[in-house]
């Protein structure tokens, strides 16, 4: 069985590069025992490590030989030379052969290997070679070992047993889940004004049908076109994220993937999937600015420091629960080939640097070490720009033409900057799987997470929230709505896929052509957004309002900053529970897709209901904001319910949302 749960050779499909990644059989490695000791008990059980293997030629090959290392060779280079090409995805630690193990040799792979659990990693190596061997002295190949140990597993190794960390988790979890139930009891026993807003912040009955209840009726020109957008674009985000999770991965298809996918113009929607990131860049500026002119009008003064805090703990604490689960528990629930790649790297990062997350700078203090949550960069760069957009809204409320102006300049200096920056380091047009061999700089680091390289949406969404806070609209024909439709579809379109371009076969980089479409592009995407929420809040939008406004998206907005959170660390459990080499293929990555937002209910669920709907509530108390509870209606309501009491205001032509509902919005 130790023979037998080990990589072996000639794996199906050479040319195709099944040879870089073998996994053998894991968990028939883990079920071998060795003979009974006086005991009674095995001397030794099985041993899964994975070996890093370099092939070289020797002069002992024939021309056969010569012939099977030339095109293992070049299915090496052809699907190495993406990887390589690979500056960060932003995921994983993608599975691929880790060049520098073994200097000196033409192609390196990826086996794995079954020995004694009492083997060191010398030991490991000694079995490793005596099994090569068998398959490669026919060959005359000279193969070269080097054992990982962090891959290593075996039968009770200590690597699940749970430490006081995770002990501290899941006390923390039952104390969170009995808080809801007592809560929830509470509400149904005593008298709801009777409770202290602690206990009723955490009641099942209370959050449940607050996320639950729907509008029977949406008032034209409410903002509820900002749902639809917003619950589309966190599908793209996880979209993006499974297709990413998954590109590099073990595959018996390497070859045709590098050949084949790379380059099919179906594939731009997730090529520029960063694009759906500019979106939440571009609401979250909207929304910030929107809240406070409407303030304004209502007579409550803007308080930076209220702002501020409010905000930081609105985000902070629902952030603060996942990474402590990922720092403790999370990589103690399972042991796989590919755990030290996936789930491991992860759970270090964030034992380790936690409080950079909390502290919202992990972009500026070693990205690529610092970064707990691979989504988390997007938090720490739409928290820096919402520290300094009072900047901007000062004078939008005190000098409404300077603060418009100002907002015009900072616009123009954002662009400046990723223009600036793309052409002086020869850097990608936009976050991409082919990096420019050109390139002198890291394009994660430099623009992807740079603040001032992603402001433009956010400025945007500024401008464009001043508009709609003033009223500032203007009749248009039939004709001019169907034509401002045509050519906003067409030019958004053609925003995501001109990034094909750079797939292109024959494609030769140019830093101008990467500058002026990484300085525009993100601009030109918010420019269309604008489009689409003015439209739509001053009754130019017909069946895209319909949609976007659909009352039913209205509890999947509640929940996608929970979901944005959790998917993606559970997609990591799901990928590293991998055990042998997967076929890509792009109805795949779609069945996965769904399969995900399935399986991330239950976490979604539980983060929204035990931790972000109990701050939301305590929160906006503290802070003097209006509450959202929904409580029983004792008469006349058929439906046995009732919203809280809105303030009577005059009427207006496009009514303001209320503030709770502009908060269910800006979560995330």
Not at 40 to 66: I, W
Not at 96 to 125: E, H, M, Y
Not at 578 to 595: A, K, L, Q
């Amino acid at each position: 069985m130790v023979f037998d749960s080990s990589s072996k050779l000639p794996p199906d499909g050479l040319l195709q590069g099944s040879f870089l990644f073998q996994l053998g059989n894991f968990d028939e490695c883990l079920s071998v025992k060795g003979p009974l000791n006086s005991d009674n008990e095995p001397r030794f059980t099985g041993k899964y490590c994975r070996v890093q293997l370099g092939f070289k030629t020797s002069d002992k090959m024939d021309a056969k030989s010569h012939m099977l290392f030339t095109q293992m060779k070049l299915a090496y280079d052809k699907i190495t030379s993406r990887m390589n090409q690979t500056e960060w995805t932003g995921l994983v630690n993608s599975p691929r052969p880790q060049v520098g193990l073994i200097p000196g040799v033409s192609i390196l792979a990826q086996w794995a290997v079954c020995a004694p659990s009492s083997c060191t990693a010398d030991g490991v190596k000694v079995v490793a070679d005596f099994n090569l061997q068998q398959f490669f002295s026919a060959l005359n190949f000279d193969v070269e070992t080097f054992v990982i140990e962090q891959s290593c597993h075996y039968e009770d190794d200590g690597k699940q047993d749970l430490d006081t960390g995770s002990w501290a988790f899941i006390i923390f979890f039952l104390v969170l889940t009995v808080c809801m139930a007592y809560a929830t009891i509470c509400d149904y026993v005593w008298p709801r004004e009777d409770l202290h807003i602690a206990v009723r912040s955490f009641s099942l009955r209370s959050n449940l049908r607050n996320l639950f209840t729907l509008p029977e009726t949406v008032a034209p020109g409410h903002l509820t076109c900002l749902h639809g957008i917003r619950v589309f674009s966190t599908w793209w985000i996880i979209l993006m994220h499974v297709y990413s999770t998954n590109l590099f991965l073990p595959h018996i298809n390497l070859g045709m993937l590098a050949d084949k996918y790379l380059y099919e113009w179906s594939m731009a929607p997730l090529y520029n999937g960063s694009l759906a990131v500019d979106t939440f860049f571009f609401l979250s500026g909207l929304l910030t600015v929107y809240m406070v002119l409407v303030d304004q009008k209502k007579g409550r003064p803007f308080n930076v420091f209220k702002y501020i805090i409010y905000r930081y703990l609105r985000l902070t604490l629902p952030m603060a629960v996942v990474i402590f689960f990922l720092s403790t528990l999370y990589g103690r629930i399972g042991a796989t080939p590919l755990w030290d790649l996936i789930i491991d790297p992860h759970t270090k990062i964030c034992a380790d640097y936690w409080w950079v997350s909390l502290l919202y700078f992990t972009n500026f203090y070693k990205p690529l070490e610092t970064t707990c949550m691979g989504q988390a960069w997007y938090l720490m760069v739409d928290m820096q720009l919402a520290v300094v957009a009072p900047i901007v809204i000062y004078p939008l409320l005190k000098w409404p033409k300077i603060g418009l102006g100002l907002v015009g300049a900072l616009t123009l200096g954002s662009m400046a900057v990723s223009f600036g920056l793309t052409f002086a380091y020869n850097l990608e047009w936009a976050l991409s799987l082919i990096v420019p061999a050109e390139t002198t700089g890291n394009f994660f680091e430099l623009i992807y997470t740079n603040p001032a390289a992603r402001a433009a949406p956010y400025l945007c969404g500024m401008a464009l929230a001043y508009m709609l806070a003033n009223k500032i609209t203007f009749k248009l024909p039939k004709w001019g709505v169907a034509l401002d439709w045509i050519l906003n579809t067409a030019g958004c379109l053609a925003i995501i896929y001109s990034i094909m371009i750079v797939y292109d076969r024959n494609f030769v980089y140019d830093n101008l052509e990467a500058a002026f479409y990484a300085g525009l592009h993100r601009f030109a995407w918010a420019v269309g957004l604008s489009w689409i929420v003015w439209a739509c809040v001053n009754g130019y939008g017909g069946p895209v309002d319909s949609i976007l406004s659909w009352k039913y998206f209205l509890p999947l907005s509640k929940l996608s900053y929970c979901a944005f959170l959790v998917h993606i660390d559970i997609m990591f459990y799901h990928t590293a529970l991998i055990r042998t080499n997967t076929y890509f293929s792009n109805f795949e990555i779609v069945f996965e897709f769904f399969g995900n937002l399935i399986m991330m209910i239950p976490a979604t669920m539980w983060l929204y209901l035990a931790v972000d709907a109990p701050c939301q509530t305590i929160i906006r108390a503290a802070f003097g904001k209006p509450n959202r509870t929904i409580a029983p209606k004792d008469t006349g309501d058929q439906n046995g319910m009732k919203h809280e009491e809105k303030e009577h205001e005059e009427a207006e032509p496009i009514p303001e949302m209320k503030a709770e509902e502009l908060e269910e919005i800006k979560s995330s």
